[in-house]
């Protein structure tokens, strides 16, 4: 059986009424729960919970593509989240109930493509099935007579001339009053449906597995910064199951500039970035450098690896001494951008070399304006007038618990605040390249401008940026690219393509002429059978026409 | 005046437009109403039913065309009204208001007319009128003409809601993707929205059909005009699917661009799982017509539910879901 038995085109079971069924055995019982799993009906209902059990997963934050929105689900509904969480409502596409419906559903579509395909080869091999009796009750029935001359044999070997050219499979078949040709085409329907269907088996497959052999990491780099395609050089790492770090691929990533380009032209749209390029250096291990870009959109492409634009920001240069004059602190410290027009929140944590620990907590406005309320913020996301301000800190930065804490945060419950907003001393405020004191005579504190010689006003390039990479490897996607394209190749020829049967008869009549008898059958989906019909009865009267001329000067009797 | 707002001027001239047709399509579907009854009172009369109209039509086997076909199947013969003849001319007159809109638009921003949720909402309907135009040069669908002229009115009436001014692409929106992938998966609704129609369509004649006979004639009587439930379900199935292999196509340019652009092909996000969700559901509204017991009205149901996950998708989702693709909705 090639198709399953509720399939349209298969022939109807003939039901079961009245008769008394043997009772199944354990083999029946799995026989018969098998055609069930691999019948239609099985696979259009598991296709259709498939797209209902896809749902919550939108209504839901999900941990894999939103995980901080878990993290504020669990906050706004503390009661609902812990219920969710155990139905796998924040996991939904890896949880045990989704998977187990596409599972059933690509079992369900192996056990149905397998004897499909078994089933096709043998019909690619097959002759076309012998004329039906009576083509009287077939779709596009038509006669014609065939012109004063031809003979039934000629009239068929025509028919069959017709049909090859338009690339039909043939058959001849002979009785003592009739001759008919029987043809076949469109064999590439099923190819396509069954490469459809296997191709999705493909990508599954390859989805499945093969984001085991890949890795996902980040990394912040500043301008001029260089990153070592290591296992510690990255800022996180998240390796696939299979993946073994010594595959990494050593090479190094210089970020020689980040360039920003602001809309200035278009006042409805002013200050909107309209370009993010990152200009970076490349250096395979043992090879020569080579510059490159990194644009959103359009990653670099390197030693195996991805590398994305993620995010951009500002890192200033901070520099922290003692009262002695003695650096303590100097780095440029990366400032998360808290919204359009770069206003930026930073952490510089100090825990040596002064009388205390101290903590700074940075907002950096890179156009600073000042509200009516007297509050600082950003108009413009470039740098026209750049200014630090900086809550200082001191007490216990909590390094020393032996807890991981992370360089973008800074727990000031436990510290005494010296120079705050509701503090005596109001936080420091500093123009690039200027100096401020720290309070309580803990040393002073810089920001340093990184184009000290420009002109007077022009900050443009004082202060360094930062880009945020993600950087991928998958070995598999090629794999599905692959399979995606044979998806579609498939899908297309498998409903594109016609498959039909056209039959062409000629019987010979009592007084000496030819009926031509022409009819067809479609196997699936078919509008233009009727047409085809019509078509070939044309051009089979086209070619008998113009063989009957050749041929009539030789027979002038 | 600019360009934009020779855009906007030429939209609301289109929407204008646009109203009128469905005006005259709705007297159209009435006048067939009114040619129903006139034509059962004759039929009463000579006793001739039903019958002697399908009778007739059985005779033209021969012609291959499938508009032809689609005419003749029909319970009762209906010509070309004259308010049908306008509500298609002003159609084609407010698809080239739009069409002029929406160029104008692209050329004012200087990029493709698709970049946010207004735009996608100009050209999406455009490309709705275009295939149903494309159809009729093929097919006689312009009973669909309330249809096609009503949704897109709506759709237009409600992209108002969301008007920004031309602002350039973030970098985001800086690929040739955009300009793919946008543009297929609006074609793919223009095919979806036919399909639709023409499903509900078949649903109701479907209804009709079945009360044949019964004396309960039911009160659409301009159904008997259009074609027979078997023809509009071929119909629906042949749009849907082009619907579909388009839709499969977005779906993979989608995640090609998706790997360009973050870094990985497929991560459920909230519109990946609603561009999934539809392809699912008209995966099984076409198993749904090759399975027994299916083919007819229940495969029309989910064509159906499929298109309306289609607007879901695009109304709902874009709005008020969080995700990725959120930045370019509005």
Known sequence: MSRPSDHIDSAPVPSGDGITQPKLGFVGTLRWFWRQLTSMRTALFLLLLLAIAAVPGSLVPQRSSDPNGVTQYFTDNPDLAPVLDTIQAFDVYSSAWFSSIYLLLFVSLIGCVIPRTKHHLQALRAKPPKTPARLGRLAGFMSRTAPAGTDAATAVAAARTVLKQGRYRVALFESPTEFSVSAERGYLRETGNLVFHSALVGLLLVVGFGSGFGFTGQRVLVEGQTFVNTLLAYDSFNPGRFFDDTELDPYTLTLDDFDVSYETANLEAFGQPVDFTAGVTVTPRGGDAKAGAVRVNDPLRTGGT????????????????????????????????????????????????????????????PTQDESSTGSYFSSFPDL????????????????????????????????????TRTSDIQP??????????LPNGLGSVTFENATPDAADGDYSGSVPRFASFDIHHDPTQGWVLLFAV???????????????????????????????????????????????????????????KRSARVVSPVEPA | ???????????????????????????????????????????????????AAVGSAGGTSTLTRISARMANDAATPYGRSASLRVGVSLTVLAWALQLVA???????????????????????????????????????????????????????????????????????????????????????TGFFALGFALSFVQLLQFRREDRVGTDKPGRLKFL???????????????????????????????????????????????????????????????????????????????????????????????????????????
């Open chain 1, 428 to 437: 420091l405020e500093l123009k690039p390249g200027e100096t401020q004191e």
């Open chain 2, 224 to 330: 008997k005009t259009l074609p027979a439930a078997v023809t509009l379900e071929n119909l629906a199935y042949r749009t849907n699917i082009i619907g579909f292999i388009l839709w499969t196509f977005t779906l993979m340019a989608g995640s090609i661009w998706a790997e360009r652009a973050w870094g990985r092909y497929w991560g459920w996000d909230t519109k990946e799982v609603w561009t999934f969700i539809i392809w699912v559901i008209y995966a099984g509204y076409i198993h749904a017509r090759a399975t027994r017991g299916w083919r007819g009205s229940r495969s029309a149901w989910l064509a159906i539910i499929g298109f309306a996950a289609v607007m879901f998708n695009f109304g709902v989702v874009n709005v008020f879901f969080k995700g990725l693709h959120a930045y370019s909705g509005l």
């Open chain 1, 384 to 419: 026209e007038y750049p200014v630090l301000t900086l809550n200082v800190y001191a007490g216990d930065l909590g390094l020393d618990d032996g807890v991981p804490t992370s360089v973008y945060s800074l727990d000031t419950d436990t510290m005494e605040p010296l120079a």
């Open chain 2, 1 to 51: 005046m600019n360009l934009n707002e020779l855009s906007i001027l030429s939209l609301y001239s289109a929407m204008a437009v646009y109203a009128v047709a469905f005006i005259a399509f709705s007297i159209d579907l009435a006048k067939r109403s009114s040619a129903v009854d006139a034509a059962d009172t004759e039929s009463a009369k000579t006793e001739a039913g039903e019958a």
């Open chain 2, 102 to 188: 929406t160029v104008l638009r692209g050329i004012a921003a200087d990029r493709v007319p698709w970049a946010n949720m207004y735009e996608f909402a100009m050209t999406g309907t455009l490309l709705i009128v275009t295939v149903f135009l494309f159809l009729l040069t093929r097919i006689d669908l312009r009973f669909l003409g309330t249809f096609v002229t009503g949704l897109v009115l709506i759709l237009l009436g409600i992209a108002q809601q969301y008007y920004v001014e031309v602002a350039p692409l973030p970098p985001a929106l800086q690929s040739v993707w955009l300009v793919i992938h946008v543009f297929v998966a609006s074609l793919a």
């Open chain 1, 486 to 544: 044979l998806v579609l190749g498939g899908l297309l020829t498998s409903l594109f393509v016609p498959r039909r049967r056209l039959w062409v008869k000629a019987i010979e009549q009592a007084d000496g002429s030819v009926l031509l008898e022409y009819a067809g059958l479609a196997r699936g989906e078919d509008p233009a059978l009727e047409s085809a019909v019509t078509t070939l009865a044309d051009r089979h009267a086209a070619l008998l």
């Open chain 1, 306 to 365: 991805s590398v994305y634009l993620l995010g951009n920001g500002y890192a200033p240069t901070i520099t922290v001494k003692d009262p002695e004059g003695t650096v303590v602190f100097t780095d440029s410290v990366p400032f998360l951008p808290q919204d359009a027009n770069l206003t930026s929140l930073g952490i510089v944590k100090v825990p040596d070399g002064l009388e205390e620990q101290v903590g700074l907590v940075g907002f950096f406005y």
